[in-house]
C-alpha cells in the first residue's frame, strides 16, 4: 500500500514537472527546470551527507583530556594492556583480564549520551565519555555522528528500512588506552 502510494506521489510530481517545462521555450531553461525539479525532493541528501563528512573528519573520534596510569600488573612486558575496559553497572568501569579476573574501577565513570545534533539534516550525535568521579574531572571521550539520510530517507524509505550511516569508528575498541597508560615506573621495569 506504501509503495503505491509512492509511485502515485512520484507521478504526480511528475506530471506537474512535464506541464511546467511545456510553458518554457528555452533549452538551458529547462535543464535548470530539470535540476531544480529533482533537488526539492534530494537535495537535503546531498547537503547533509556533505555535512555528515565534515562532522565525522573534523569533530568525530578520540578527545583525551588527561591521562591516569595504572601500575605494572595492568600491562605485559611489551607494555601492552592485559586488560580490556568494560562498562558495567551505573555508570562504572572494570577491567577484564584474560584469566578473568575482574578489577572493578568505581572512581571512574563511564557515560554513554546519544542526542539529536542537527534536526535539519537528521544527523545524531553519540558521546562516551571517562571521567575521575572522585576528581570530578572529564578524562576523556569518543564521538561518533550518525546520519539518518535525507528528507526522502526519512519520511519515506523508513517505513520499508530505518538505517543510519556512522562515522569510520575503527578505533572505539581501544580509545580508553589513550587514557589509561602504564606508570613511569613499569615503562622504566619493562625496558
Known sequence: MIALMFIAVAGIYVVIGGLILKRISSKWLKGLVVVIWILIPTG??????????????????????????????????????????????????????????????????????A??????????????????????KLLGEYSLFRYWGGWLDTQIFSMVHNSAITCDANDLDSWPLNIFKPTTQSRKGNK
Open 44 to 113: 537535503d541528501e546531498i547537503a547533509g551527507h556533505l555535512y555528515f563528512n565534515h562532522l565525522c573528519s573534523t569533530e568525530a573520534g578520540v578527545k583525551v583530556y588527561q591521562t591516569v596510569e595504572l601500575p605494572a600488573e595492568y600491562w605485559n612486558a611489551q607494555g601492552k594492556p592485559r586488560f580490556y575496559v568494560n562498562p558495567y553497572g551505573r555508570n562504572r568501569l572494570r577491567y577484564i583480564f584474560p584469566n578473568n579476573t575482574i578489577i572493578d574501577a568505581p572512581q571512574f565513570e563511564y557515560t554513554l549520551e
Open 115 to 136: 542526542k539529536p545534533y542537527n534536526k535539519f539534516f537528521h544527523i545524531d550525535k553519540e558521546t562516551i565519555q571517562i571521567s575521575d568521579r572522585e576528581k570530578g
